[in-house]
């Protein structure tokens, strides 16, 4: 009875532990104010996206997201208004992408879409969904104001021969052009912007 009581104790031990090492390991690849996966894990989901791709024959898309203006917002109302942005614009995303797709947050305003099985086409027009959504949420400044918000999209389709690194770069590049242009706009990398970046990170 003894041995009995004293096994039920070490599963019961053991099964704790893995339940904390399973929460350690989401805590650690989980942006813990949007939900999003963080920066090391998008690029990890990412470079498996596009190795899978290239062995199914797959195109993989991905799309960088950054908010326009997002200083003023923490300037004018205060960085826990500028949070609860955050989360708004993350829910925003995620409610548009399918269960294979991921949403990562890159940094500060910055957040990436990795699109399996998705091409140039359709990483636009799912860019453009969540650009329009954003633009139209129903937000409020300290004080109660209206707020509006909106962001600016990079979108980039991976090449064979593309690292992640390359493929973000490229959609980093994208999203510069779409703020020099205006923002509130989704750019897609074309040939030329892509031959630019590739000799920009070769150099």
Do not use: I
């Not at 009581?5 to 070490?10: E, I």
């Not at 633009?135 to 980039?156: F, I, N």
């Amino acid at each position: 009875a003894f041995l009995a009581v004293l096994a039920a104790g070490c599963v019961f031990v053991l099964a704790h532990f893995e339940r904390m090492a399973s929460q350690m390991r989401k805590l650690a690849s989980v942006d813990g104010l949007t939900g999003a996966m963080n920066h090391s894990t998008t690029v990890s989901l990412l470079a498996h996206a596009m190795e899978r791709g290239r062995r199914e024959g797959q195109p993989v898309g991905f799309v960088m997201l950054d908010l326009d203006h997002f200083k003023r917002v923490n300037d004018r109302h205060g960085h826990a208004v500028g949070d609860q942005v955050l989360k708004a614009v993350a829910a925003c995303a995620r409610a548009r992408l399918r269960g294979s797709d991921v949403l990562g947050r890159l940094g500060g305003e910055e957040f990436g879409l990795v699109l399996p099985a998705t091409g140039e086409a359709g990483a636009r027009h799912l860019a453009e969904q969540v650009r329009l959504a954003v633009e139209g949420l129903e937000l409020h400044g300290d004080g109660g104001q209206p707020l509006r918000v909106t962001l600016s999209a990079g979108v980039a389709e991976a090449a064979r021969s593309d690292t992640p690194e390359t493929l973000m770069h490229l959609a980093d590049k994208a999203l510069y052009q779409a703020k020099q242009k205006g923002r509130n706009r989704v750019v897609v990398a074309d040939d030329w912007l892509r031959n630019s970046t590739l000799q920009s990170v070769v150099g």
